[in-house]
């Protein structure tokens, strides 16, 4: 009995044993696993910042052997108009011109000439501005209608051309002052909804195709006449197309800055405006901004990027 006794202690003792080997591995292994998950997260950030350090000191490097970048951090200093959102097209436009000069490409940039005409456009948020910049790369859309929208005196237009009210008053001014010297200056087409723009650019289409239409006449949207602030004139006897064989046109080239007025795709400009010279389109921008650009012979478009 008392050897039996021994051996049942014996053999207890031994899983005695095993069972604390067991949750003496088992809490090592915990411990091990603790350690682990509270050193990983400091150890991860140290890692992502060593990494980003070194991306960051390699983009400098990089930046500092692109003698392009180097071009464009020279002058920005120098120019107002430099934006730095737009550096990446700025670089992406200089390696597709490299003859240009850095100033052009900057202006030609700010100008959207780097986009596709119509695909890129972008909607106007202030469409009632003075000096609403309406293009083939910016649209008033189908809804808008300018705000205080006003007839023109007969006197000085076809019947039912409206113009925005300071635009109307300036024109009717103009008209007045010219009459005075035995000119008629007479509005022909001032403010056109888009449903018409629609009509009207679909008859030029249709017979022209649409890539010459499209030199003279804006898309439904992106017509400037919808914005109430262009005016195409004549002179009552010629043809509005052959206006600028007129004595009208001499004296609006000389003095329609004086009444806030310019011509709105001048000679020379097509690539900046997107449209062929037109001597019978002017556009009220106000009397400051007129004298600049005809004194600095510029585009609205020059104007916009460069102001």
Do not use: C
Not at 132 to 151: C, R, S, W
Not at 254 to 283: C, L, M, V
């Amino acid at each position: 009995m008392k050897k039996k006794k021994i051996k049942i202690k014996k053999k207890n003792f031994t899983i005695f044993i095993i069972i604390i080997s067991l949750i003496s591995f088992i809490l090592f292994e915990l411990t091990l696993v603790t350690i682990k998950i509270i050193t990983t997260p400091r150890e991860k950030p140290i890692e992502k910042k060593e990494e980003k350090k070194k991306k960051d000191n390699k983009k400098k490097e990089e930046k500092k052997t692109d003698p392009k970048l180097d071009e464009l951090e020279n002058i920005k200093e120098k120019i107002s108009y430099f934006k730095e959102d737009n550096i990446e097209r700025y670089l992406n436009y200089r390696n597709n011109n490299p003859d240009l000069e850095i100033i052009q490409v900057i202006k030609n940039v700010n100008m959207n000439l780097d986009k596709k005409q119509y695909e890129d456009a972008t909607e106007i948020e202030d469409k009632n501005n003075q000096l609403v910049l309406v293009n083939k790369y910016n649209y008033l859309g189908d809804k808008f209608i300018p705000e205080n929208l006003e007839n023109i005196n007969t006197q000085y237009a076809l019947s039912n051309m409206k113009l925005v009210d300071y635009a109307k008053e300036a024109f009717e001014k103009m008209a007045k002052d010219a009459r005075k010297e035995n000119l008629k200056i007479i509005a022909m087409s001032t403010y056109r909804s888009y449903s018409y723009q629609v009509d009207l650019y679909n008859r030029y289409k249709k017979k022209d195709g649409q890539e010459a239409a499209d030199k003279y006449s804006g898309r439904p949207g992106f017509s400037e006449h919808q914005s109430g602030l262009a005016v195409d004139v004549y002179n009552g006897k010629e043809d509005y197309t052959n206006f600028e064989s007129t004595k009208e046109f001499t004296w609006m080239k000389d003095h329609a800055y004086e009444y806030g007025f310019i011509i709105r795709f001048p000679k020379g400009k097509e690539n900046e405006t997107g449209y062929q010279y037109e001597s019978w389109h002017y556009r009220y921008v106000g009397i400051d901004v007129a004298t600049y650009i005809k004194n600095n012979n510029i585009s609205l478009e020059e104007y916009i990027a460069t102001k």
